[in-house]
């Protein structure tokens, strides 16, 4: 069905990000056509093992005035990378992409927070182990399952067996198998760390880790609308970590604005003009 609508693909790749642009014939109903590319990109999802981590891509219609209309800093406290992006992603970025005309807040710069198992590559080969051993044994000590049903007189209710770590040492001390009648937990073979997924970009503000986030519109939003929304939300930010700032770095809506402003002096003065003259 896309074929009656799509011109042709360009893709562009590059480590960690792939962008892909769709070129609509002549006519095409952009609603109806997002629509069905969605459908597509859903798809294709659904056959990518979960296990390579790829985040869900995101479909926007191209507009050449969708650059952002104001980019946030964050930065300071001492922070590194995977812990600022960890707070702009959990704290920041959903207060931004809740403005009315806000497509995306998107996250550049920093590494996203991410659990690392490294292997002992010398102490998992004396214990006859693999790193496909480790990994499973990661993934069943952090299951959360539903084991049954518990039905009472007066209600029943779905039961969970959570075995999901609360702790990042807690990882560790899942069982890989027994040795020599001994068990082998994950710490003896490897060493489990609270890090980051490997660095694609390098944000600094003043020579300090730093992440930012690229406030996008959707077509027809209000970019002066938004920009003040933007502000007011970065300045009633409460319980910010110690040291941590949160400043608007890129302000697209001071050229709107001086357009605007513009436009109504000129407007202005074409009505005394008029007024004069008649």
């Not at 002549?26 to 985040?55: C, E, H, R, Y």
């Not at 600022?84 to 992409?97: G, S, T, W």
């Not at 590559?121 to 539903?146: C, F, H, Q, W």
């Amino acid at each position: 069905a896309t074929q009656r609508y799509v011109e042709h693909v360009v893709s562009t790749s590059r480590s960690g990000l792939s962008i892909i642009y769709v070129w609509l014939k002549w006519g095409t109903d952009l609603n109806s056509a997002q629509t069905l590319v969605q459908q597509q990109v859903a798809f294709a999802m659904a056959a990518i093992p979960k296990s390579l981590g790829v985040l869900p891509p995101f479909v926007l219609q191209y507009d050449p005035s969708n650059a952002p209309v104001v980019q946030v800093a964050v930065a300071g406290g001492g922070l590194s990378g995977p812990q600022l992006y960890d707070y702009a992603f959990n704290n920041i970025e959903p207060l931004l992409e809740g403005i009315p005309g806000v497509a995306s807040a998107s996250l550049n710069g920093g590494r996203q927070r991410q659990i690392n198992i490294v292997v002992d590559p010398l102490k998992a080969a004396a214990r006859r182990l693999t790193s496909k051993d480790i990994a499973e044994a990661v993934r069943n000590a952090n299951a959360l399952l539903p084991p049954g049903e518990f039905i009472g007189k007066q209600f029943d209710a779905n039961v969970y067996t959570n075995a999901v770590a609360t702790r990042v040492a807690a990882i560790g001390d899942a069982v890989v198998r027994q040795h020599d009648g001994r068990p082998v937990l994950i710490r003896d073979v490897a060493r489990v760390e609270d890090g980051g997924a490997p660095s694609t970009q390098s944000v600094s503000v003043n020579g300090k880790n730093a992440v930012y986030l690229n406030v996008l519109r959707v077509p027809g939003g209000n970019t002066i609308e938004i920009v003040d929304r933007v502000k007011e939300i970065v300045k009633d930010l409460k319980n910010l970590p110690p040291g941590v700032k949160v400043t608007p770095i890129f302000d697209q809506s001071t050229f709107v604005r001086a357009s605007y402003f513009g436009l109504r002096k000129e407007i202005a003065q074409a009505l005394c003009l008029i007024a004069l003259i008649i």
